[in-house]
């Protein structure tokens, strides 16, 4: 049940990291949804980036930097940020939602953090300005 994240670190504003997670205890399939968000302290959990019925969503501000991807075979997913900002400093965690996603949903829906059950244990990514 539990996800092992690793990838995170330092980098300067421009730079990239490549966050993954790897579950264990489940297994992948069509129907899992998986995401990313990310948290700072006094904020809310922000949406990042998630995988739902085979389709890829990303909160708007991050769109065009920000990758993800899933190895279903390994239990693994990715995040691949590029022309990292000081302002996407934050704790990072990866998410899993078994449930079938519903249809017609939104993209608020598909980044809701309260949609996912089991989480990460989060990793520091801080980008220097």
């Known amino acids: 049940e539990v996800q092992l994240q690793r990838g995170g670190g330092w980098v300067q504003a421009g730079g990239s990291l490549r966050l993954s997670c790897a579950a264990s205890g489940f297994t992948f399939d069509d129907e899992y949804s998986i995401g990313w968000f990310r948290q700072v302290p006094g904020k809310e959990r922000e949406g990042v980036a998630c995988?739902?019925?085979?389709?890829?969503y990303y909160a708007d501000s991050l769109k065009g930097r920000f990758t993800i991807s899933s190895d279903n075979a390994k239990n693994t997913v990715y995040l691949q940020m590029n022309s990292l900002k000081p302002e996407d400093t934050a704790v990072y965690y990866c998410?899993?939602?078994?449930?079938?996603?519903?249809?017609?949903?939104?993209?608020?829906?598909?980044?809701?953090?309260?949609?996912?059950?089991?989480w990460g244990q989060g990793t520091q990514v801080t980008v220097s300005s």
């Open positions: 995988i739902s019925d085979g389709s890829a």
């Open positions: 998410a899993l939602d078994t449930s079938p996603t519903p249809t017609y949903t939104d993209l608020e829906f598909h980044l809701s953090a309260a949609r996912y059950a089991y």
